[in-house]
Structure formats: C-alpha cells, structure tokens
C-alpha cells in the first residue's frame, strides 16, 4: 500500500506567523497536487507539481516538491484566518489514480 | 458548468435501511471517483469509473457497498444494509484524466444511526 504521511496532523497558530507542513512518501510519484479542503467543502486544488526540485508560489503559499519527487512541502508566509483548513497533498505513482494524504489540519487565530 | 453536484447533501438513516448516494460530475470529464472521508482514516479512495465502466473497487469496504454509473452524467454509490460504521462524509469527484485535478462535490454528510 502507497503511503503519503503529512506533518503536523494538526497545527494552531496566531495570524501573522509563518508555518510548514510536510507530505512524505517512500514512493516516487510521477506528481504531486496539494488541496485545501474547507469545512463542509470537498477539497480544492492548489497546485500540481511535477519536477523534482520545482518550486511553485501561489501568492504567500510556496511548494516545493523534492529532489527525489518522495516529499513535498507547503510554506505559508504570514498566515491569515482565511488560511484554515484541511491541506491535503495527493500523489500519483506511474500515472496511476490519486492517492491523497492523511492531511494536515490548520486553524490560524485573528 | 456548475461542477460536480451530489445529492442529498445530509443524509440520516436507521441502521438496516438502505442508502443512495448520488452524482452528477463535471460534463466531459472521463473520470469519475468516489471517496468517503473520516477524522480516523482520512480520504480514502472506494472507487472509479473511466467512461462509465468501473475501473478499481478495490478501496470498497464489503459487499454492503456498491456502486453504479449508467451513463457519463450520474452515479449513485449504495450502501444496503447501512450500518453506523459507515457514518462519513462520502464525496464524488471527477476529472478529465485519472491523475490530473480532481473536482469535488460538496459531499454527503451520512449519519447512520
């Protein structure tokens, strides 16, 4: 069974503080999307990444996917209430289905 | 297009009786999955379709569930008898192939009591 793990499983900031959450996986994955997911919503994409090493910035949101293309990682800049929610990272091995993250829960405090 | 509708959005039930999920996904989109998401296991894959025909139901718990696509414009998901385990947030998505972006629904809220 593919496995993405992501860290912190939850996270509880003030607004204004900077935060990194993890997405981890002993697989190599062809790519990887990561989601929000906000309460009584199904999940919204963020952003796909395909290249080992890429990063990609999506206004104070970076992502980065690894070298290896096993880990990913979400930086958020200056955190904002608006910010809460459920990240979710999924990825593919050999183009096959999505296989999504266990998720990382945040709350940003005004 | 109004992306990827599910009906109802809250549903509860008895224990026994049985329950229809239902999907309209994106026009177009080839692919069409169905997820059922707790706080204890997350986002798990039950099944999808590519063109109606299904694909992997291996992610499906037991034979209680099922799942149908009659045509590219709906899907139900059944769950017959219901028991309170499958109380969740049961949603559909669909997507244009099987690892590009995926558009959810709003879900479906099922209680099973």
């Known amino acids: 069974t593919q496995l993405l793990e992501q860290s912190p499983q939850f996270l509880s900031i003030q607004e204004g503080e900077n935060l990194t959450v993890y997405c981890n996986s002993s697989s190599v994955f062809s790519s990887l999307q990561w989601y929000r997911q906000e309460p009584g919503e199904g999940p919204v994409l963020l952003v796909t990444v395909v290249t080992g090493g890429e990063v990609k910035k999506l206004k104070r949101l970076t992502f980065q996917f690894g070298d290896a293309r096993k880990d990913s990682s979400l930086h958020i800049t200056a955190a904002q209430p608006g910010d809460t929610g459920l990240y979710l990272c999924a990825g593919d091995h050999n183009t096959d289905k999505l296989i999504f993250g266990t998720g990382t829960r945040l709350q940003v405090f005004p | 297009d109004a992306g990827v509708i599910q009906s109802p959005r809250h549903e509860v039930t008895e224990m026994g009786q049985e329950v229809t999920l239902r999907c309209k996904p994106i026009s177009g989109h080839d692919y069409l999955f169905w997820y059922r998401q707790t706080m204890m296991r997350g986002l798990e894959l039950l099944i999808y379709?590519?063109?109606?025909?299904?694909?992997?139901d291996s992610g499906m718990p037991e034979d209680r569930f099922s799942a149908k696509m009659p045509n590219a414009s709906f899907s139900t998901l059944k769950i017959q008898p219901s028991e309170p385990r499958d109380s969740a947030v049961y949603f559909c998505a669909s997507s244009h192939t099987v690892n590009t972006e995926a558009f959810f629904g709003q879900g479906t809220r099922l209680t099973v009591v």
């Open positions: 379709f590519n063109n109606n025909v299904p694909i992997d």
